[in-house]
């Protein structure tokens, strides 16, 4: 038995446990948020409409690998959310509710009749994450808000890429990450405040505001010198060497030397020590001015080299380099699968019957995360979620009235 495979076990608990979240977003951002909270234990509802959650269209060979990976471990309830009698099934399962996440436009809610002032009155210690593209005040508050938007607007694809070509967006869901993660962070701050005040708040979550903060500190940067910097491909713009060079088998090594000492070690591992004397490459600053003729001769040594002999021989001058790996090379690499980076859970439609995925992210010694359950069929747990709070009989009614829907 492969030893990173795992069964789910629905008994699992975390250190959320007992903890409610409505979550009514789509997409990346709202599902990687809620993701983390139901990771550590959380009840995470999801309130579908009939059409289900946007991921579940993104598919690959049939199979919505997407939403597979960032919706497991949740409930999914599926509503036809237009109708007043579903808006009243949202305020019952509030009322006990720790928290609700949405990703509507901004103005949305309220028309459904769900403003935070509605949903504070029911439950005053509810803490409501709003996730939008630009936020809920602002210009630009009613503009549609995809991460690629953002991923440009922030600064990010200004300097992505290199100087002769276009800005280069991400290849994947940068934005809508940083926002989950971030959100999921902020959550439990608001949640912790609500817990000894019993007061609940509003998070105002954008797309644009965590990315925007990684780029720091652009603007300060600008404001001193009135220079933008450049796109310099993998080379840095504070540090120098640090770039990506092929070996002579096409394969990829990543290399930073940041630090004076380690830009020492990797000149004499590559018989070079002269260059660490030359007025050139004397120091960073130096090396930042001069970069371009630096990487020439490291890559000339590296193109001259295999990239395992490359790896093995930087690894033992204590060098800090790395392979660039792809998802071929990560599927069989030791460290990934050493630190679990990746498990196999059941699932009948892949191939083979499993489904690898991402491992728990972040790691707690105390409260590791848990494989309670597959990401869930459409209104798979309507009966379970909603007999409880509705009882049997209004339950069936509303079924035959189309506003609790069978997936």
Same mark, same amino acid.
């Given at each position: 038995m492969n030893p990173h495979r795992h069964q789910f076990d629905p008994a699992a608990t975390g250190a959320?446990?007992?903890?409610? #979240?409505?979550?009514?977003?789509?997409?990346?951002?709202?599902?990687?948020?809620? =993701? !983390?909270?139901?990771?550590?234990?959380?009840?995470? !509802?999801?309130?579908?409409?009939?059409?289900?959650? *946007?991921?579940?269209? @993104?598919?690959? =060979?049939? +199979?919505? *690998? *997407? @939403? =597979? *990976?960032?919706?497991?471990?949740?409930?999914?309830?599926?509503?036809?959310?237009?109708?007043?009698?579903? +808006?009243? +099934?949202? =305020? /019952?399962?509030?009322?006990?509710?720790?928290?609700?996440?949405?990703?509507?436009?901004?103005? !949305?809610?309220?028309l459904m009749g769900l403003s935070p002032e509605v949903l504070h009155a029911i439950n005053p210690a509810l803490v409501i994450v709003r996730v939008s593209g630009w936020g809920q005040t602002g210009p630009y508050r009613h503009k549609p808000g995809f991460g690629t938007l953002v991923e440009g607007y922030s600064g990010f694809a200004a300097v992505n890429g290199f100087a002769d070509r276009e800005p280069v967006l991400p290849p994947m869901y940068m934005a809508d990450g940083y926002a989950g993660l971030y959100g999921a962070a902020t959550a439990m701050i608001a949640l912790r405040h609500a817990e000894a005040t019993g007061q609940g708040q509003v998070i105002d979550l954008t797309l644009f505001d965590p990315i925007f903060t990684m780029m720091e500190p652009q603007l300060a940067n600008w404001k001193l010198n009135q220079t933008l910097k450049p796109r310099t491909g993998s080379r840095s713009t504070n540090a120098v060497p640090r770039n990506a060079y092929q070996t002579r088998d096409g394969g990829w090594v990543c290399l930073s030397a940041s630090t004076q000492g380690m830009t020492e070690k990797l000149l004499r591992s590559i018989d070079r020590a002269e260059l660490i004397t030359d007025p050139r490459f004397r120091t960073n600053v130096d090396r930042v001015q001069h970069g371009v003729e630096l990487d020439a001769i490291i890559a000339g040594y590296i193109a001259e080299r295999s990239l395992a002999e490359v790896l093995a021989h930087f690894d033992a001058a204590g060098v800090t380099i790395g392979p660039i790996m792809d998802a071929e090379m990560l599927e069989h690499d030791p460290y990934v699968i050493e630190r679990e980076a990746v498990v196999e859970v059941p699932d009948d439609e892949m191939p083979?019957? @499993?489904?690898?995925?991402?491992?728990? #992210?972040? /790691?707690?010694?105390?409260?590791?995360?848990?494989?309670?359950?597959?990401?869930?069929?459409?209104?798979?747990?309507?009966?379970? #979620?909603?007999?409880?709070?509705?009882?049997?009989?209004?339950?069936?009614?509303?079924?035959?009235?189309? #506003?609790?829907?069978?997936?």
């Open positions: 959320l446990q007992g903890l409610r #979240v409505v979550d009514l977003s789509r997409l990346v951002a709202g599902n990687m948020l809620t =993701k !983390v909270l139901a990771d550590h234990g959380a009840e995470v !509802v999801k309130l579908e409409p009939p059409e289900g959650d *946007t991921l579940r269209a @993104w598919r690959i =060979k049939g +199979i919505s *690998t *997407t @939403w =597979k *990976t960032l919706s497991r471990n949740k409930l999914s309830v599926c509503l036809a959310l237009r109708d007043p009698a579903a +808006i009243g +099934i949202v =305020k /019952r399962l509030v009322a006990d509710a720790a928290m609700l996440v949405e990703s509507f436009r901004p103005g !949305v809610l309220e083979d019957g @499993w489904l690898p995925m991402h491992g728990m #992210v972040p /790691r707690l010694s105390g409260t590791p995360g848990i494989l309670a359950r597959p990401a869930p069929r459409l209104g798979e747990h309507n009966h379970a #979620v909603l007999a409880p709070l509705l009882g049997e009989a209004e339950l069936e009614r509303l079924r035959a009235a189309g #506003v609790v829907r069978a997936a």
